[in-house]
């Protein structure tokens, strides 16, 4: 697994940001599709932020890009400003050329009898399109990736999962409580993001030193979702000189 540290989440962002404007114009060039996997948070927003400068200030166009998010909140409809939906409609999706039926996420309204067949919907949709080329990820204090909190194993696939106390905390000011937070969300599994032809995982910050060095140096396990990224052959993380002060 690659690592590369960078003085600023700006100097991070932008190496990603080139690197993913450069697939999407050597893909349009060839006439072709390029499909990315998303994340939410606050980790990827200056990524974003770039994207859409690009976007604005160079004219890279997102036309051929098909996007599949990780994940949503169970719950949330997609006016709720919680909502991933929402979020990436602020971010990013509402300031470039993305065609709408090319933007994909999993409900958070879907009834819960009919939660398996949604997620595998997602599922096969990923695959009818070719499969993810590129996965953006942030981590999450357990160590998640997505939502895949301790004890998804490698063999998880999109799916409804029950969220651990800690991500629940970190998402409480958001929420204005965690009584607000939900409970459940989906997300795509360890399989999922295994299943792209590249990752990039991106961490900023002290806070996030400790699971970082875990997914880094740590065993492969179950209690560390990140962890099985080890075992990618082409993935990399991209740190700010705080998140790698453990390493
Ligand atoms: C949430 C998201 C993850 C994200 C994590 C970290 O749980 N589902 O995809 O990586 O939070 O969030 P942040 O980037 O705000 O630290």
């Not at 390029?34 to 939410?40: E, H, P, S």
């Not at 927003?45 to 909140?73: C, Q, T, W």
């Not at 998804?152 to 799916?159: A, G, L, N, P």
């Not at 295994?194 to 996030?208: D, I, P």
Request: with cysteine.
């Amino acid at each position: 697994m690659k690592v590369e540290v960078f003085e600023t989440p700006q100097d991070a962002a932008k190496s990603l940001a080139q690197e993913v404007a450069a697939l999407i114009r050597s893909r349009a060039a060839e006439g072709k599709n390029v499909v990315l996997g998303l994340a939410t948070g606050a980790t990827p927003l200056p990524f974003y932020a770039e994207l859409v400068r690009m976007h604005k200030e160079e004219g890279l166009s997102f036309a051929n890009v098909i996007s599949f998010n990780l994940d949503e909140y169970s719950g949330l409809d997609r006016a709720h400003p919680e909502s991933y939906w929402y979020f990436m409609h602020q971010n990013l999706f509402n300031h470039i050329d993305m065609k709408p039926e090319n933007i994909n996420l999993p409900s958070g309204m879907v009834a819960q009898e009919e939660i398996p067949a949604h997620c595998a919907a997602y599922e096969q949709k990923i695959k009818d399109c070719g499969g993810i080329d590129l996965q953006i990820l942030g981590i999450g204090r357990t160590g998640h990736i997505g939502f895949n909190e301790p004890g998804s194993d490698d063999t998880t696939i999109t799916r409804q999962v029950h969220l651990d106390d800690l991500t629940r905390s970190d998402a409480a000011p958001a929420f204005n409580g965690i009584e607000n937070v939900p409970t459940t969300a989906i997300t795509m599994g360890v399989a999922t993001i295994m299943g792209a032809r590249e990752v990039a995982l991106m961490a900023w910050g002290e806070k996030k030193a400790a699971i970082v060095k875990e997914a880094i140096e740590g065993p492969v396990c179950i209690e560390v979702a990140a962890s099985y990224l080890q075992n990618h052959n082409n993935a990399k993380f991209l740190l700010d000189k705080a998140a790698a002060a453990d390493l």
